[in-house]
Structure formats: C-alpha cells, structure tokens
T-cell receptor, first 112, second 113 residues
Framework: NAGVTQTPKFRILKIGQSMTLQCAQD?????MYWYRQDPGMGLKLIYY???????DKGEVPNGYNVSRSTTEDFPLRLELAAPSQTSVYFC???????????FGSGTRLTVV | AQSVTQPDIHITVSEGASLELRCNYS??????LFWYVQSPGQGLQLLLK??????LVQGIKGFEAEFKRSQSSFNLRKPSVHWSDAAEYFC???????????FGTGTLLAVQP
C-alpha cells in the first residue's frame, strides 16, 4: 500500500501565481484533511472532507480551495499565492474517529 | 471548543534517561487522544492512541501514555530514551462527527549523548 501520496515535495512560487497540491490515498478512507505546519504553531486545519462530494472549511481556509470528486483524491488549490502561504502542507486520511490519521510526507512550499 | 496544550516547547534529556512529555486537553465528552512523532523533514507517525478502556496505553517504539480524566491530561512517557527518539512530538484530540484532529503546538525533544 502506498498510503497517502503528496506531490510535489517541494515548490517555489512567485507572488500571484497559482498551483495545485495533489493528494491521493489508496486505503478507501472517507475522511481527508489538509493541514499547514508553521514553526512553533503546530498544525492548522485548512479544509477537510468527510466523503466524495463533501468538503468544508477548517481553521485557516482563506486563500485556498479544495474539491473531492473521488474517494481517492483531495487536491488543494492555491490561488494568487502570497508570502503568508509559505509553509509545509500535509494531507491526511482516516477511516474514522478511533483510528487516527495517516499522513503524507508533506509539500514544502515557498512563495517569493 | 476542543483544544490541546503542550506546555513544554523544547526538552533536552540524556540518552538512557526517562522521559515525560506533557499534554493537557479541553473537551466536553470522552476524548479520543493521540500522540504523533515527526522526525525532521518527515510526515507525522502515530505513536499511540486512547479512546476507551485501560487508561494506560502502549504504543510503538517503547512509548506509553496515561489518560487522567481528573487532570485532563494525556502525558507521554518512555523509561529509557534513545538518540533516535530526537524528534518533535504532537498531542492531538479529536471529537465530533467530522473527525477533525486538533493538535498541540508540539514539543521538540533533543537527546544528549
């Protein structure tokens, strides 16, 4: 099993550019999540999905968008990148509350 | 609202010494609690979890944690630390139908030879 796969691993964007961070899981998990991690701040939830076709905002959704057309994929879209979006982004999936999450290896994004 | 507090930002221990990392949570009902570890440049790996039953839970890599409802705590322990345990440790709580994890800000563990 591949688990949760995130691409790319690293990316440098210029201010105002857009990009999509890809996330795919092969465990048939209904729940999927996007977090960002900044030094000393822990992980903050950006968006989440409880199943295909259902998404909702987390704690820090501004500047981001998501879609969930299939159970496997949960891409995160950055429109008009800003320096404040420089961060490490983690995607995670879960089968339910008692199981915890499986995390991807992260995408390190720098906006210059 | 749910929240998690990890009061220690940075801890240094000597190799072979015991370790306790503190975690306090705020949640109205019985919480689902987790400890994750993150090595530099890596994703997060689940160490252990608690959701019911025995309040002392065992995890991977020789770690254990004890759930104390009266103190709203879920502290992580290890009897003898190895140099490979140097990493950042995150406590988290989940609740509600959406299964959202709320993370603490993490404790960075350094291990001295």
């Amino acid at each position: 099993n591949a688990g949760v796969t995130q691409t790319p691993k690293f990316r440098i964007l210029k201010i105002g550019q857009s990009m999509t961070l890809q996330c795919a899981q092969d465990m048939n998990h209904n729940y999927m999540y996007w977090y960002r991690q900044d030094p000393g701040m822990g992980l903050k939830l950006i968006y989440y999905s409880v199943g295909a076709g259902i998404t909702d905002k987390g704690e820090v959704p501004n500047g981001y968008n998501v879609s969930r057309s299939t159970t496997e994929d949960f891409p995160l879209r950055l429109e008009l990148a800003a320096p404040s979006q420089t961060s490490v982004y983690f995607c995670a999936s879960s089968p339910g509350q008692a199981y915890g999450y499986t995390f991807g290896s992260g995408t390190r994004l720098t906006v210059v | 609202a749910q929240s998690v507090t990890q009061p220690d930002i940075h801890i240094t221990v000597s190799e072979g010494a015991s370790l306790e990392l503190r975690c306090n949570y705020s949640y109205g009902a019985t919480p689902y609690l987790f400890w994750y570890v993150q090595s530099p440049g890596q994703g997060l790996q689940l160490l252990l979890k608690y959701f019911s039953g025995d309040t002392l839970v065992q995890g991977i890599k020789g770690f254990e944690a004890e759930f104390k409802r009266s103190q709203s705590s879920f502290n992580l322990r290890k009897p003898s630390v190895h140099w490979s345990d140097a990493a950042e440790y995150f406590c988290a709580v989940v609740g509600g139908a959406t299964n959202k994890l709320i993370f603490g800000t993490g404790t960075l563990l350094a291990v001295q030879p």
